[in-house]
């Protein structure tokens, strides 16, 4: 983020903000429900909802047609595009939509695996989720070198040094995550897309887990692609990749014949789910406006985008404090993850336990039961589980947070941990 594009920090509107998302009204045997699953995917707001029903209801057309929905349908679909231009901070035709993250990331490895082969490397991290791991594994067919960077599994933190030693001037790609859905570790993005440039290989950036939480600036990181998914910033079930113009003309996607050519349809096959698409307008539109109620009333999209992040950031900071600390004393608790709070700039308030004598579904159910929707398992982070030796035994529990959760939910989950401990 450039200077001239930070926000100064202004407490959250959490009532403004609870309000816009229905479902967080539901409850659960007579408990109030507590969305502590915003990493597998967040809530909407209404406005997300109408716009789905409306697109429906009313505009519900193919692309490109000679008629008055259709054209409709295509500018809302620009509208869309220049929506998430904004939230990435790139141009509109550098914005891709597809079904989700993964399938967009196979798309793509498959289009750069096509240029090569036997010879050339590809840098991947054990501590991300397997949509940036398993789509460039698969180049090991056509004779790629796949070569995983490790983790520090004192704190789950990437180890750069060891990042750093395994790219060389064979390396064509290095992907890696933004954060970790699993122990919420933030990579140090920059300096992963300049050692990848250092080399001249390509920096693919998997920002799905970091999207609700942090700003994301393309154009600052300068990296080539970076993927994400609207379902976890409080859009609907699609995914989004940055790519960088050029790299989308040049690069060969496999499609059908008839497709346009164009920059950025070329890699967007079939027929997207439009309706989702207008929801992810209403997203950008919800960001938006928390942004502008953070004294941004006359800002940009994009600059009330950010003032909206810097209100998040400060109030999932307080909460991330007291879930950790409240967490480490708990007796018999095992913590992964950063806990030391002069290093929490380094973390998202996702975080992953194990609690001795529960396994993490006996956990998470006994917590669902009580109105506390957790996670347990791997979440895809098959690696990171698999190296920290938790895979055999059910993974982790993890409970993450976002901007609508709120302190008095953490202490109940906190006094409903203490009590199913015993
Ligand atoms: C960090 C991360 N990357 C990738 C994915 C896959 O995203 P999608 O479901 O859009 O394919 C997820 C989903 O949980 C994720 O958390």
Redesign the pocket.
């Known amino acids: 983020m450039s200077t001239a594009e930070q926000a100064t920090p202004t407490a959250l509107d959490l009532s403004w903000v609870r309000s816009q998302f229905p479902s967080l009204a539901q409850t659960v045997n007579g408990q109030p429900a507590v969305f502590l699953d915003g ?2 995917g967040t809530q909407v707001p209404q406005r997300v909802i109408d716009a789905i029903s409306s697109y429906l209801s009313r505009d519900n057309a193919n692309t490109g047609g000679a008629y008055q929905t259709s054209r409709d349908t295509d500018r809302m679909i620009a509208e869309a595009r220049a929506a998430m231009a904004d939230f990435l901070n790139c141009d509109s035709d550098e914005i891709v939509f597809g079904p ?4 967009l990331t196979y798309a793509m490895s498959r289009a750069i695996g096509r240029e090569l082969g036997p010879g050339d490397e590809i840098v991947v991290t054990l501590l ?2 397997d ?2 791991f398993a789509p460039w594994k698969a180049l090991e067919e056509g004779g790629v070198t796949i070569r995983a960077a490790c983790f520090n599994p004192a704190d789950c933190t990437l180890d750069m040094d060891d990042l750093a030693s395994k790219i060389t001037s064979r390396t064509r790609v290095v992907a890696a ?1 933004y954060a ?2 699993a122990v919420g570790s933030i990579n140090h993005v920059a300096e992963i897309v300049r050692l990848a440039q250092q080399v001249g290989a390509l920096s693919y950036i ?1 920002a ?2 970091y999207a609700p939480h942090g700003p994301i600036d393309v154009r600052a990181l300068d990296c080539d692609f970076l993927a994400c ?1 609207t ?2 910033f409080f859009g609907p079930h699609m ?1 989004v990749l940055y790519g960088k113009r050029q790299h989308l003309q040049l690069l060969h996607p496999y499609k059908v014949r008839p497709l346009t050519d164009n920059v950025p349809n070329r890699w967007e096959w079939g027929t997207l789910t439009h309706e989702c698409i207008a929801g992810i307008k209403a997203c950008v539109d919800y960001w938006r406006e928390l942004g502008r109620r953070m004294h941004a009333e006359h800002a940009t999209r994009r600059q009330a985008i950010l003032a909206a992040h810097a209100a998040i950031h400060q109030h999932e900071r307080g909460l991330m404090e007291r879930l950790i600390a409240g967490l480490l004393a708990i007796p018999g608790l095992t913590f992964y993850g950063i806990t030391d709070p002069k290093k929490f700039d380094q973390r998202c308030p996702t975080v992953v336990v194990r609690i001795e004598g529960h396994t993490p579904l006996a956990l998470a159910t006994k917590l669902g039961d009580r109105g506390f929707f957790t996670w347990y398992g791997n ?2 982070a098959l690696n990171l589980t698999e190296q920290l030796d938790v895979e055999r035994t059910g993974g982790f529990l993890r409970i993450g947070l976002v901007h609508y959760n709120t302190m008095e939910e953490v202490e109940r989950l906190l006094a409903a941990l203490r009590e199913i401990v015993g």
């Open positions: 990493p597998g989700n993250m993964t399938t991300d989720h949509a940036n995550g970790s859905n998997d799905v887990h998914s379902y976890k995914g979440y895809y």
